[in-house]
Each structure stands twice: as structure tokens, then as C-alpha cells.
């Protein structure tokens, strides 16, 4: 049997295989009967061979080829994968072909990293219309708006996986992580184990998941950018002591902020919408990109790029003994106060 995987999203994929394995191996042996090839330098006539080949001792045969759907491209592509075309449904009914393509390997070829122009593949339009064949499309789930599918996706994997999580905790979750799903897994686990055999709730994400900790530096932001401050600082010394950071750490995060408000004022000015600020910046939880949007339009792009200055000559000052750096991370956030807030309201005017 033909099974073709493909697309972007390479956790769901490693699970539709890993189900598929599993399914497979009803007497243990599957292992001992299953070939990986790649892609490159490989024939239609020696992937028959390894295909054709009946399993050994076992009640199925598996063969998993890396990167042909990327690979088969060209005017003669379809020449060339003809005899395979031909010959997948007379494959032993023990045997079973998998194509798995998780990226295509160049940016500037036919297809894109998101998987949308896998379409673009003759070999694959073909590989659909053999009667009998899986055909599986992994796109990556969409974490922002409305549409938001990471959500729903942490609440029926925990709910596979007999783990309880409360709503508002699934939300937060996914705030925190984005649409990283192998991450979401994890947190989810280790949340789990946390929880015993109560829910899981909000209070357990803030806790525990790291990323949490990232966003409270988004607090330190809009307190920063909306010229608070005292309420600045009164933050920093709560995440400094509370969360048992070190100051390098937090100015880290800053300085990452910073960055991304500066990359997505830029955006903004050349037209660019949310979801190009997602995918330049990496923040695809819904709540910290609209925040990120928000702080970036009220911000102009000389005073964002002046406040990354100011981190990095707060950073130079701390390696070389100049200042410590718990007092240079204070006095970084009241200049950065000064820089961005003085600014704000000519900033909203712009836009």
C-alpha cells in the first residue's frame, strides 16, 4: 500500500508514522523489515526492489523514502517515476510504501516552506489518483485570529492522551508556546504530571512553562513604551526576584522585544499586515503579536532602533565591569523609558 505524507508540519507527521508503525508491527518485527532511502540518487528500479521484497519472517514489509516528492522535479520527472506509478498496485498487499516529504530543500525552488506549493508537483497530482493509496497533507496549524486551530488541537491531544486541562489553561498555553506542537506535547506531559489527577489549569501554565516567564517581560514592555517607569522598574525587581532570573537573562528578552518592535515598525510602514509580523518576528501566540502590533505602531521606528542602541551599550557596560548588572539593567529600563515614551504620542500621530 502507498502512503504519501507531506507538508511543513513535521511533528504531526512523525506521529502519522509512528501510528503507522505501530499498526504495523503486529508480531514485533517490523523493525528487522523496514528500509529508509533518500531521495537523492534514488532509481524507480532499485525502490521496486526494496518495495517488491517480501517481508522476512514477518506479517509486513515497510519502506520509507525521504524527500522524493522535492526531489522529482523537472521536465522529466515524470518520465523518469513512470515505472514506479505503474508498478505501486501490484505491490504485495504485506508491503507498504511510505513517501515522506516534511520541506522542500531549496527556498528558491518550486516549493515553499510552508508546504503550500507541494500542489505544484506532477508526481504527487499522480501519486493522488492511484486507487487504494493515503494521501496526507501536514500544514502547520494556525495560532492567531479567529481561525485559531493550536487550541483546539492542545485540547483533543489532551484529551487523547486522558490529561484534563481546563479551557483557559489550553489558551494560555498556547499564548505561551506558539504553534511549536512538539513543544506544546511536552508542556502538556510535564503539566500533566504537575497536575495529578486534578485539571490543569491557568495558574499551572504561568508556572511552570517557560515561555511564561517571556511574557511577563511583555509587562516590562508596555510599562517601558507607555513611559511608567517606576511601574518599570517596580517589574524588573519582581522578575528578577520572583522568577530567580538573572539580569543577564532579562535584558536578553528585552533586547529580543526591542528587536522585534523594531522589525515590526518596519513592517508596518511598508504595509505589511499581522501575520507578516508573526512570521518575521517568530510570536505567533495571539494575545503577545497583537501586543506586539499595538507597541509597534505607537512606537516610531527611529526611537525603536535608538532603544536598541541603548541595550546594546547597557550590555557593553556590564562585560566591562563598568556597572553590575542588576544597576545597569535598572537604569537601562528608565533610559528606555525616556527614549520610547517621549515619543509615543508623535508615534501615533505618524500613524
Known amino acids: 500500500m502507498l502512503h504519501v505524507f507531506y507538508g511543513a508540519d513535521e511533528f504531526r507527521m512523525s506521529e502519522a508514522l509512528a501510528e503507522l508503525r505501530g499498526r504495523l508491527d503486529v508480531d514485533g518485527l517490523l523493525a528487522t523489515n523496514t528500509t529508509v532511502l533518500a531521495a537523492r540518487g534514488l532509481t524507480p528500479g532499485l525502490l521496486l526492489q526494496h518495495a517488491t521484497t517480501l517481508p522476512f519472517l514477518a506479517t509486513a514489509r515497510l519502506v520509507i523514502v525521504e524527500g522524493l516528492l522535492a526531489a522529482a522535479t523537472g521536465r522529466d520527472a515524470m518520465r523518469t517515476w513512470t515505472p514506479l506509478l505503474e508498478a505501486l498496485p501490484t505491490l504485495p498487499p504485506t508491503n507498504h510504501l511510505v513517501l515522506l516529504d516534511s520541506a522542500p530543500p531549496r527556498d528558491d525552488g518550486p516549493f515553499r516552506r510552508d508546504g503550500a506549493s507541494f500542489g505544484r508537483s506532477a508526481l504527487l497530482k499522480a501519486l493522488r489518483e492511484l486507487p487504494g493509496g493515503e494521501v496526507r497533507e501536514f500544514r502547520p496549524l494556525r495560532a492567531t485570529g479567529r481561525d485559531n486551530e493550536v487550541v483546539p488541537w492542545v485540547r483533543a ?24 506542537l512538539r513543544a506544546l506535547a511536552g508542556e502538556l506531559e510535564k503539566l500533566a504530571r504537575f497536575a495529578g489527577p486534578r485539571p490543569i489549569t491557568r495558574a499551572d501554565v504561568d508556572l511552570l512553562t517557560p515561555e511564561a516567564r517571556e511574557t511577563n517581560v511583555f509587562n516590562l514592555v508596555d510599562a517601558v513604551v507607555e513611559g511608567r517607569q517606576g511601574q518599570a522598574v517596580v517589574l524588573l525587581r519582581s522578575q528578577l526576584a520572583d522568577d530567580h532570573d538573572e539580569p543577564l537573562r532579562v535584558q536578553a528578552l528585552l533586547a529580543r522585544q526591542v528587536r522585534n518592535l523594531v522589525r515590526a515598525r518596519e513592517l508596518l510602514d511598508e504595509g505589511a499586515g499581522p501575520g507578516e509580523v508573526a512570521e518575521a518576528t517568530g510570536v505567533t ?56 515614551a517621549s515619543t509615543r504620542s508623535d508615534g501615533a500621530r505618524e500613524r
Not at 491531544?157 to 511549536?180: C, F, K, Y
Not at 521606528?301 to 562585560?319: N, T, V, Y
Request: charged content about 25%.
Open 157 to 180: 491531544r489532551a484529551e487523547s492522551t486522558r490529561i484534563a486541562i481546563e479551557p483557559a489553561a489550553a489558551t494560555a498555553l498556547v499564548d505561551h508556546v506558539g504553534a511549536n
Open 285 to 340: 501566540g495571539d494575545y503577545p503579536l497583537r501586543k506586539l502590533v499595538s507597541q509597534a505602531r505607537a512606537v516610531p521606528l527611529a526611537a525603536a532602533e535608538a532603544a536598541l542602541r541603548a541595550i546594546e551599550e547597557s550590555d557593553h557596560s556590564i562585560k566591562t565591569g563598568e556597572l553590575g548588572d542588576e544597576l545597569a539593567l535598572e537604569l537601562l529600563v528608565i533610559h528606555l523609558g525616556e527614549l520610547l
